[in-house]
Protein backbone atom coordinates (compact mmCIF):
# COMPACT_ATOMS: atom_id res chain seq x y z
CA UNK A 1 0.00 0.00 0.00
CA UNK A 2 1.59 3.29 -0.79
CA UNK A 3 1.07 6.63 0.70
CA UNK A 4 -0.62 9.49 -0.49
CA UNK A 5 0.80 12.72 -1.01
CA UNK A 6 -1.01 14.28 2.14
CA UNK A 7 -0.13 11.43 3.95
CA UNK A 8 3.36 10.97 2.72
CA UNK A 9 3.48 14.74 3.82
CA UNK A 10 2.06 14.16 7.43
CA UNK A 11 4.62 11.64 7.83
CA UNK A 12 7.68 13.24 7.48
CA UNK A 13 6.48 16.56 8.98
CA UNK A 14 6.11 13.88 12.33
CA UNK A 15 9.76 12.19 11.46
CA UNK A 16 11.07 16.01 11.93
CA UNK A 17 8.80 16.84 14.80
CA UNK A 18 10.30 13.57 16.48
CA UNK A 19 13.92 14.60 15.51
CA UNK A 20 13.30 18.13 16.87
CA UNK A 21 12.52 16.25 20.04
CA UNK A 22 15.13 13.96 20.28
CA UNK A 23 17.44 17.00 19.89
CA UNK A 24 16.79 17.74 23.61
CA UNK A 25 17.79 14.23 24.78
CA UNK A 26 21.51 15.32 25.59
CA UNK A 27 22.48 17.34 28.21
CA UNK A 28 21.47 20.76 26.78
CA UNK A 29 18.41 21.43 27.76
CA UNK A 30 17.69 24.41 25.40
CA UNK A 31 17.79 25.40 21.89
CA UNK A 32 17.01 28.05 19.60
CA UNK A 33 15.11 27.64 16.00
CA UNK A 34 18.89 28.36 14.40
CA UNK A 35 21.04 26.23 16.69
CA UNK A 36 17.85 23.62 15.75
CA UNK A 37 17.92 23.99 12.25
CA UNK A 38 22.08 23.76 12.00
CA UNK A 39 21.79 20.56 14.09
CA UNK A 40 19.24 18.44 11.96
CA UNK A 41 19.61 20.01 8.58
CA UNK A 42 16.54 21.26 8.00
CA UNK A 43 15.28 24.72 7.15
CA UNK A 44 15.06 27.52 9.71
CA UNK A 45 11.15 28.13 8.78
CA UNK A 46 10.84 24.46 8.88
CA UNK A 47 11.63 24.60 12.46
CA UNK A 48 10.45 27.23 13.40
CA UNK A 49 7.06 26.07 12.35
CA UNK A 50 7.21 22.71 13.77
CA UNK A 51 8.20 24.19 17.37
CA UNK A 52 5.33 26.51 17.14
CA UNK A 53 3.29 23.27 16.55
CA UNK A 54 4.98 21.28 19.44
CA UNK A 55 5.14 24.53 21.66
CA UNK A 56 1.01 24.88 21.23
CA UNK A 57 0.48 21.46 22.06
CA UNK A 58 2.71 21.15 25.13
CA UNK A 59 5.78 19.51 23.82
CA UNK A 60 7.79 21.91 23.80
CA UNK A 61 8.04 25.30 25.94
CA UNK A 62 9.79 28.70 24.97
CA UNK A 63 11.64 31.28 27.29
CA UNK A 64 9.88 34.36 26.96
CA UNK A 65 13.37 36.28 27.09
CA UNK A 66 15.93 34.06 25.07
CA UNK A 67 13.13 33.07 22.73
CA UNK A 68 15.15 29.13 23.33
CA UNK A 69 12.97 25.93 23.47
CA UNK A 70 13.16 23.46 26.06
CA UNK A 71 10.89 20.29 26.61
CA UNK A 72 7.67 20.93 27.87
CA UNK A 73 5.55 19.99 30.78
CA UNK A 74 3.54 17.70 28.48
CA UNK A 75 6.10 15.13 27.71
CA UNK A 76 6.47 14.14 31.36
CA UNK A 77 3.02 12.87 30.73
CA UNK A 78 4.57 9.84 29.42
CA UNK A 79 6.65 9.05 31.92
CA UNK A 80 3.95 9.52 35.15
CA UNK A 81 3.38 5.90 35.61
CA UNK A 82 5.24 6.21 39.04
CA UNK A 83 4.61 10.06 39.22
CA UNK A 84 0.54 8.98 39.95
CA UNK A 85 1.68 6.41 42.60
CA UNK A 86 3.62 8.91 44.26
CA UNK A 87 1.12 11.85 44.03
CA UNK A 88 -1.70 9.61 45.42
CA UNK A 89 0.78 8.61 48.28
CA UNK A 90 1.99 12.09 49.19
CA UNK A 91 -1.23 14.12 48.40
CA UNK A 92 -3.17 13.56 52.09
CA UNK A 93 0.03 14.15 53.87
CA UNK A 94 0.95 17.41 51.88
CA UNK A 95 -2.34 18.88 52.66
CA UNK A 96 -1.41 18.02 56.26
CA UNK A 97 1.91 19.52 55.75
CA UNK A 98 0.39 22.89 54.64
CA UNK A 99 -1.81 22.85 57.38
CA UNK A 100 1.30 21.98 60.30
CA UNK A 101 3.55 24.53 58.40
CA UNK A 102 1.21 27.13 57.19
CA UNK A 103 3.40 27.40 53.84
CA UNK A 104 3.40 26.23 50.34
CA UNK A 105 4.41 22.70 49.96
CA UNK A 106 6.06 21.25 46.91
CA UNK A 107 6.75 17.93 45.56
CA UNK A 108 9.44 17.39 42.78
CA UNK A 109 11.18 14.79 41.09
CA UNK A 110 14.16 14.00 39.26
CA UNK A 111 13.99 13.73 35.42
CA UNK A 112 17.21 13.03 33.94
CA UNK A 113 19.45 16.10 34.91
CA UNK A 114 16.53 18.16 36.05
CA UNK A 115 14.28 17.94 38.70
CA UNK A 116 10.50 19.24 38.19
CA UNK A 117 8.13 20.21 40.58
CA UNK A 118 4.89 17.64 40.05
CA UNK A 119 2.68 19.00 43.08
CA UNK A 120 2.02 22.32 44.44
CA UNK A 121 -0.32 22.68 47.76
CA UNK A 122 -0.42 26.66 48.72
CA UNK A 123 -0.20 27.66 51.63
CA UNK A 124 -2.90 30.06 53.23
CA UNK A 125 -0.92 33.42 53.97
CA UNK A 126 -1.60 36.28 51.49
CA UNK A 127 2.20 36.66 51.26
CA UNK A 128 3.39 33.02 50.14
CA UNK A 129 5.65 31.44 47.22
CA UNK A 130 4.59 31.34 43.73
CA UNK A 131 5.42 27.69 42.34
CA UNK A 132 3.79 26.06 39.22
CA UNK A 133 3.20 22.21 38.21
CA UNK A 134 5.71 21.20 35.47
CA UNK A 135 8.55 23.98 36.29
CA UNK A 136 11.90 22.95 36.37
CA UNK A 137 13.94 24.20 39.30
CA UNK A 138 17.65 24.87 39.94
CA UNK A 139 19.04 21.96 41.43
CA UNK A 140 21.84 23.79 43.49
CA UNK A 141 19.69 26.11 45.13
CA UNK A 142 15.89 24.27 45.68
CA UNK A 143 15.88 22.74 49.05
CA UNK A 144 13.52 20.39 47.17
CA UNK A 145 15.62 19.34 44.47
CA UNK A 146 19.01 19.08 46.72
CA UNK A 147 17.12 16.82 49.08
CA UNK A 148 17.45 14.61 45.95
CA UNK A 149 20.63 16.12 45.02
CA UNK A 150 21.93 14.84 48.32
CA UNK A 151 21.26 11.17 48.03
CA UNK A 152 21.87 9.85 44.57
CA UNK A 153 24.87 7.99 43.78
CA UNK A 154 28.27 9.72 43.28
CA UNK A 155 28.13 8.88 39.54
CA UNK A 156 25.07 10.60 39.13
CA UNK A 157 25.58 13.35 41.34
CA UNK A 158 28.40 14.19 39.06
CA UNK A 159 26.96 13.80 36.17
CA UNK A 160 23.85 15.92 37.45
CA UNK A 161 26.07 18.66 38.89
CA UNK A 162 28.31 18.79 35.98
CA UNK A 163 25.58 19.62 33.70
CA UNK A 164 24.11 22.57 35.46
CA UNK A 165 26.25 25.96 35.47
CA UNK A 166 25.52 26.47 38.98
CA UNK A 167 24.61 30.31 38.08
CA UNK A 168 24.83 33.27 40.93
CA UNK A 169 21.60 33.89 41.29
CA UNK A 170 21.23 35.31 44.88
CA UNK A 171 24.19 36.40 47.02
CA UNK A 172 23.90 33.58 48.61
CA UNK A 173 23.88 30.96 46.15
CA UNK A 174 26.47 28.32 45.72
CA UNK A 175 28.73 28.37 42.84
CA UNK A 176 31.36 26.01 43.29
CA UNK A 177 31.01 22.49 43.24
CA UNK A 178 33.45 21.99 46.45
CA UNK A 179 30.96 24.34 48.31
CA UNK A 180 27.97 22.64 46.82
CA UNK A 181 29.30 19.14 47.48
CA UNK A 182 30.24 20.34 51.27
CA UNK A 183 26.73 21.63 51.29
CA UNK A 184 24.65 18.22 50.65
CA UNK A 185 27.04 16.39 52.99
CA UNK A 186 25.56 18.92 56.08
CA UNK A 187 22.29 17.91 54.37
CA UNK A 188 22.79 13.88 54.62
CA UNK A 189 24.00 14.69 58.15
CA UNK A 190 21.20 16.35 59.52
CA UNK A 191 18.37 14.33 57.57
CA UNK A 192 17.12 17.75 55.65
CA UNK A 193 17.69 20.56 53.33
CA UNK A 194 17.76 24.61 53.09
CA UNK A 195 17.37 26.99 51.06
CA UNK A 196 18.27 29.98 52.67
CA UNK A 197 17.88 32.55 50.15
CA UNK A 198 19.56 30.81 47.53
CA UNK A 199 16.79 30.47 44.99
CA UNK A 200 15.29 34.27 45.22
CA UNK A 201 15.57 37.19 47.86
CA UNK A 202 13.12 36.48 50.77
CA UNK A 203 12.31 33.16 50.06
CA UNK A 204 13.48 30.22 52.27
CA UNK A 205 12.50 26.68 51.95
CA UNK A 206 13.19 23.44 54.13
CA UNK A 207 12.71 20.03 51.97
CA UNK A 208 13.57 16.40 52.92
CA UNK A 209 14.08 13.14 50.59
CA UNK A 210 11.15 10.24 49.75
CA UNK A 211 12.26 7.18 49.37
CA UNK A 212 10.75 4.36 48.00
CA UNK A 213 10.62 0.21 48.04
CA UNK A 214 14.39 -0.37 47.63
CA UNK A 215 15.57 2.75 50.09
CA UNK A 216 16.75 4.83 46.64
CA UNK A 217 15.48 8.72 47.25
CA UNK A 218 13.16 9.49 44.43
CA UNK A 219 11.41 12.55 45.70
CA UNK A 220 11.91 15.47 47.47
CA UNK A 221 9.28 17.84 49.48
CA UNK A 222 9.42 21.27 50.39
CA UNK A 223 8.07 23.87 52.54
CA UNK A 224 8.56 27.33 51.60
CA UNK A 225 7.82 30.90 52.74
CA UNK A 226 9.04 34.37 53.12
CA UNK A 227 12.21 35.18 55.31
CA UNK A 228 10.12 36.73 58.27
CA UNK A 229 8.31 34.12 58.67
CA UNK A 230 10.67 31.43 58.16
CA UNK A 231 13.82 32.75 60.40
CA UNK A 232 16.43 30.35 62.30
CA UNK A 233 14.09 29.04 64.84
CA UNK A 234 11.34 28.19 62.25
CA UNK A 235 14.00 26.61 59.73
CA UNK A 236 14.62 24.01 62.67
CA UNK A 237 11.34 23.35 63.57
CA UNK A 238 10.24 22.89 59.79
CA UNK A 239 13.10 20.30 59.39
CA UNK A 240 11.99 18.08 62.01
CA UNK A 241 8.34 18.72 60.66
CA UNK A 242 8.79 18.42 57.04
CA UNK A 243 11.45 15.04 57.42
CA UNK A 244 8.49 13.44 59.06
CA UNK A 245 6.22 14.01 56.00
CA UNK A 246 8.79 12.70 54.22
CA UNK A 247 9.03 9.25 55.93
CA UNK A 248 4.89 9.41 56.05
CA UNK A 249 5.34 9.13 52.41
CA UNK A 250 8.48 7.10 52.06
CA UNK A 251 6.47 4.59 54.57
CA UNK A 252 3.23 4.31 52.15
CA UNK A 253 5.67 3.82 49.08
CA UNK A 254 6.97 0.31 50.99
CA UNK A 255 10.37 2.23 52.12
CA UNK A 256 12.11 -0.21 54.56
CA UNK A 257 12.39 1.98 58.21
CA UNK A 258 16.19 1.63 58.50
CA UNK A 259 17.02 3.57 55.49
CA UNK A 260 14.96 6.88 56.48
CA UNK A 261 17.86 8.41 58.09
CA UNK A 262 21.42 7.42 56.14
CA UNK A 263 24.18 8.46 57.64
CA UNK A 264 26.58 10.44 55.56
CA UNK A 265 29.00 8.37 53.26
CA UNK A 266 31.78 8.29 51.09
CA UNK A 267 29.87 10.17 48.07
CA UNK A 268 31.03 13.74 48.95
CA UNK A 269 34.77 12.74 49.32
CA UNK A 270 34.77 10.58 46.30
CA UNK A 271 32.83 13.62 44.27
CA UNK A 272 35.37 16.52 45.81
CA UNK A 273 38.11 13.68 44.64
CA UNK A 274 36.79 13.86 41.18
CA UNK A 275 36.28 17.61 41.09
CA UNK A 276 39.94 18.43 41.84
CA UNK A 277 40.75 15.94 39.25
Same mark, same amino acid.
Given at each position: ???????????? #?? *??????? =? /???????????? @????????? $???????????????????????? $????????? %??? @????????? +??? =??????????????????? =?????????????????? &????????????????? $????????????????????????????????? =??? %?????????????????????????????????? @??? /?????????????????? !?????? !????????? *??? #??????? &????? #?? @?? #???? +???
Amino acid at each position: MTLGTTDARSVV #AL *RRGLAIL =D /AFSGTRREHGVN @ELARMLGMH $KSTVSRLCATLEQSGYLSRDGASE $KYRLGARIQ %QFS @EGSSVELRA +AAR =DVLHQLVESSGETVTLVVR =DGLDMITIEVLEGPKLVR &MQARVGARTQVHASAGA $KAILAWLPVDELNRVIDAWPLARLTPNTLVTKA =DLL %QHLAEIRERGYSVDREELEIGLRCVGAPVRDQTG @EVV /AGIAASGPRHRVDDAEIE !RLGQVV !RNAADAISA *RLG #APMSRFA &MPPDE #AT @EA #AQSR +AGS
